[in-house]
């Protein structure tokens, strides 16, 4: 009898009236109520008794120092006794309705009792009572409660079901995983989850119900990519020389983080499979060199390439460094952006056509109307162009099932980043390139921003530029752009003599580029600007990002924003102006001044904001897990995704017994779950 199909009815206790509660809490079958998880323990402290408190839940060892009373009231008991607590606190316990243990309560016995203290009566009233120096559980399992249905009620019905069905939960892990692992079994779990005797059972359970999780999440990703690649790419036939070859183009050598990188995407272009990797890098990691190895890999195998940016402003910056590094290795790198029109335009279309052009560099213009490759083979693009359906057929017209490189410049931790792109390989940038300068950050009260000015005035007077990037506003646009321009007024008259200009939200795309790249050139000194300032721009000779409001910003948008400076050769300066009088906000700043890392900055924010908040994903299918935490539990998701690439890679994984209940499970997760293509 599988417990999948057995009602709870079978319960002793529970009828129609239990079944309705059971069920509004999603529960209809003892297995559903098997995995019913507590969603915290509560713990018994064992305090010794000079620190117990009035009202305090509380648990000690005691010696009955008689005489035991019983009185009533009607049909229910009061018993009352002397012990001594501690071997030294004389206390008086009480226990409710309990009579039947009068018995036991001899004098001088060794007993351990849990309850509540009752400091003015001087009383512990017990709920709890052990024998014979055993230690009570220290831990009771909690867990979503109704007002028909309370924790400590769905707990003894787990109980009785898992008395009474033990023999009856199958192990859905092969066994070769348990054993490698050092797994518990899954009855060995839930017993461990649900009557733990120690904070160590709880662990281990939990660590074998979370892998069970990750992995069924995880065989299913993997699942839907070998779908995805059916349609067949081809192996591209890069010389073996080409990650060298294209490092003698650069003007200093690759980090190994890099260097591995593009040893991924070499291994990914010689496999027929089109390549899905996603670049995982810190700001400032060099992504873009990267990218523009594969671009140069897949010229050298007589492909063409597409590398997409989210603005001109970032292609036009991605095609000037494609140009200084290629083409003297005889790439031509030709730029395609809206502004490229007229004969220009057509030049660069017929040169795609023919095949002339190895690398087109530019944004969403390239996917449109009338833009012709001769043979698309890799198209490199932005997180932010994750592709949908439709984009991907319209791409697969211009090439056949290009490899697909896509550039992350949001550090996310790993975890989330498997979680979510889990249905592609993902290569991390966690390391910078030698010689960059630590960039300095402050924290400054609002009142005292003389200070920041200071800083600017001298930094400028030594030919560097500065951002100043004002508070964000939730209220909307119309209070963001007033903020901005008082602020701005404000930063003219501190930096008289400079050229300070403002940059907003509600400037035209056109404006705002002529803005950024008159920065860039060097024209604009000192830049105040609302949070439009490009993820992504380079400009090395900045060398101070001023935050107002920083208090407002969320960890990773204050990582982006510092991610401006520190990219040349100068000291460069992150001021963090704020008000922060809420826990989160400071520790927020705090977390900002203790590292420069953008990955540990991002699993601190995963643990102060939770995945949902942190990626406002909730509707697109980051899945919620059961028990899984995503921030605790990275390194399990990681084990499991290994483990469901080799399960999904061997063929009896669909049909021999070793997996059979694997795939019942799996059966039942896809039931619950749908993701989004
Ligand atoms: N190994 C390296 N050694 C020295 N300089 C490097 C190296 N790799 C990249 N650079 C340079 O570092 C700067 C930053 O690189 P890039 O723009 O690719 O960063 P990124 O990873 O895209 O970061 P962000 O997301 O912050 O824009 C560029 O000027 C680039 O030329």
Redesign the pocket.
Known sequence: MSLRSLSVRVLPGVGPQKERALEALGIRTIDDLLHTYPFRYDERADKPFPEWRDGDRVTARAVVEGPVQVRWRGSKSIMTARVRVDGQYPVVCLWFSQHYLRSKLTDGRLIVVTGKWNEALRRLVVSETSFGGAQAPAWVPVYRASKDLSSRAIHQLILKALEQYADDIPESLPYALVRKYRLWTHREALFGIHRPTSPEDVRQARRRLVFEEFLLFQIQLQWLRSKREEPAGRAQPVPRDALTRFEAL??????NA?RQACEDILRDLERPVPMARLIQ?????????VALFACFAVHLARGQSALMAPTEILAEQHAR?ARQLLEQAGVRVELLTGSVTGRERDRVLQGLASGDVSLAVGTHALLSEGVEFRDLALLVTDEQHRFGVAQRARLREKGRAPDVLM?S?TPIPRTLALAIYGDMDVSV?NEL???RKPIQTLAVRSSEDEAVFRLIRRELARGRQAYVVAPAIEAGDRDDVASATELYERVREHLAGFRVELLHGRMSSAEKERMMRAFRDGDIHALVATTVIE????V?NATVMAIYGAERFGLAQLH?LR??VG?GPHPSYCLLIHDASSEAARARIETMLQTNDGFEIAERDLELRGPGELFGLKQSGLPEFALGDLARDYRIMEVAREEALALVRRDDFWYAPWAMELRNALKEAMDKVSYRD
């Open positions: 650069l003007p200093s050598p690759m980090t890099q890098g810190d700001v400032g990691s060099g992504k873009t060199w460094l550039l410049a940038l390139p030698k010689g993820v992504g721009i380079d090395p982006q991610g401006r990219r």
